[in-house]
């Protein structure tokens, strides 16, 4: 098969015009080699961090030696057995070969070599793996994407053994096992291997790495580049409905380091997949800066990937957890060790941001590499400083014009918004255009699902998705967004989503105690404009920042919209009175309705409807503008769902029926706390009195809130003009508001 040099990106236009040649290299040459082993060698003892790392890795390292190599004929999923010691395996095998390099034991250089021979005696009569779920299926493992972790581990353990190898056995492990391998997981699957993904990347950077142990020109170009002759139609899609080729697509590691990562470090497919991608990208420039570093790999596209390291810090909550954005598993941190290789990568290869040392500080462990003896040594040195989140907006897209993600933070994460307006984010994504999730010191206030699966719990569908991810988690109403007419965004249609983004109106962090995003959706139900504006607020009147939200519709014709609110807590009191029925019922059969219980319902007892509720020792009130006309439902997840795959978590939907032009206005207010131990509560109700549309036009919005003292503020906002110039003059009730910009808050 024919491997095609592509001249599409800036920085290999000079190799492609001049034959690519590889030098002769020493060993190891990949992460580490003989000037860092020597530096390493050299301060051992004076590093208590370094000294910490490595003795917690020998220990590891030592108890698996112990126990002897096991190479299990594979039949599990994730989660099963044989999934877990051919993982196990690699992982331990990379950092005996380090081991091996630092202290000169040649017992963890016979560990490697064994077990690669066990390795290599299997693999060539080994079958696809007998599972055949995936889309690609591997033959170690259930994916072509776990053999790729296998080989990225694997080429790292290979390279810090290669000179204790004999030739004739690395002969043999090259070729029975290693070049078949890497041909495995390219040329015999193309839908996996060339394509813009998370797990193409992995791929890319398998056969790159073992390409560079080898000396491999080929595999080094296939790993850069791709595959020209794939064989693949137009338009295939895989098994979790992403689209694997279109026209004029572009391939292999490069491609991949250009498309998803926006100039700013976000990843299109959200933060949970950035962080598992992150090693793959950062491990193989490594490599490639340290066995070719005049192709720049790791400074590519103006250090997007040392950009993307301070993106995803800053997309995680005050406990260091990320934000579930599209399929995203809660409780993922940055303590996890993708992360630790970020950091300190990051820390060595950028600026030595000394903030960066405060979070490796918190992780508690480096890199037994150059990088992260040189974080070791900087913490040593009192070098670090805090690692304070301020408000941030990250756009999505290559060049950052798909949407975006904006955070805004008041005070030390006392309040966090988290705005989606990106795009669809591949196949991961999921199809809520401006939907939110919010928090306070790292605990959800109103959540956002995250996504249907229990990672490598085996009894929960082989720890894969579950199908749940698709009728439930990617669905509109599993958001806190707009769902009109019951229809998904875009009727979850990938093909038409992925082609469609949402666009920034304006991001205004500037001020402290006033910060606002806003952004606009005009493709997600033809014939219907979404502008939402969010705002966090702190206001001398108020104990707690609070949040203000502005969801302004305008509609062709008349829907039904609902907007939930999916809050976390126990329900502590309403202004309104529901019903509860005596058996639960499904709100709809389809879209995510079918999941949904209706555990309640009523009517506004006003032109204000407030719901309270309590969690973690904190009050927060729902404050809304309503009509006599909407309907008020308490939901509950759940439904149709016999497996029990689903957390039970509530939500309250506003209903509002044979609409066109609407605006829904809400204020989600903290407020108040209680302990278990004293038994105090303290300032349980909200201060709210009344939140009213005072205007309403196409030109304008101006909402008005009532303190319980009949303070009054206000917040204007210009529809149509975003600029920070732009100066407006409003009469309101005989009263003229002069404002200069987007927006008014007085």
Known sequence: MHIKKIPALMLMTALCSSPFTLKAQDHPSLILNKNSVEKIRNNLGETPLFDATLQRVKQEVDAEIAMGIDTPIPKDFSGGYTHYRHKQNFIIAQKAGVLYQILQDEKYAIYIRDMLMQYEAMYKNLPLHPQERSYSRGKLFWQCLNDSNWLVYMSQAYDTIYNFLSEQERNKLENNLFRPFADFISLENPAFYNRVHNHSTWGNAAVGMIGLVMNDEELIQRALYGIEDDGLPLGSYDNDGGIIKVEGQRKGFLANLEEPFSPDGYYTEGPYYQRYAMYPFLIFALAMENARPDLKVLQHKDNVLLKAVDALLNLSDADGEFFPLNDGQKGMSYYTASLVTAVNIAYHYGEQNPKLLSIAQKQNQVLLDESGLDVAIGIREGKAKPYTKKSVNLTDGINGK???????????????????????GLSHG?????????????????????????????????????????????TTIAHNTLSQDGEMHFKGKYSVASTKHSDLYFFDADKEDVQVVSATEAAAYPGTEMHRTMALIKDEHFEKAFMLDIMKVSADKKHDYDFPFYYMGQVIDGNFKWESPKSLSPLGNKNGYQHLYLEGKGKPAGANTQFSWLHEGKFYTLTSATTQADELLLTRIGANDPQFNLRRDAGIVIRRKDTADTTFVSIIEPHGSYSPVSEASLNSSSNIKEVSVELDTAQYTAVKIVDLDDNEQWFILANKNASNTAKHSLTINKKTYRWVGPYLYQ
Do not use: C, M, P
């Open 402 to 424: 798909q949407g975006g993600v904006g955070v805004l933070r008041y005070g030390n994460e006392d309040l966090t918004l988290v705005f989606k307006y990106a795009a669809q």
């Open 430 to 474: 999921h199809y809520d255009k401006l939907s939110y999730s919010l928090y306070e010191k790292g605990d959800e206030i109103i959540q956002d699902y995250g996504l249907a699966r229990f990672v490598n719990i085996g009894q929960k569908g082989g720890g894969n998705y579950l199908k749940e991810n698709k009728t439930w988690a990617k």
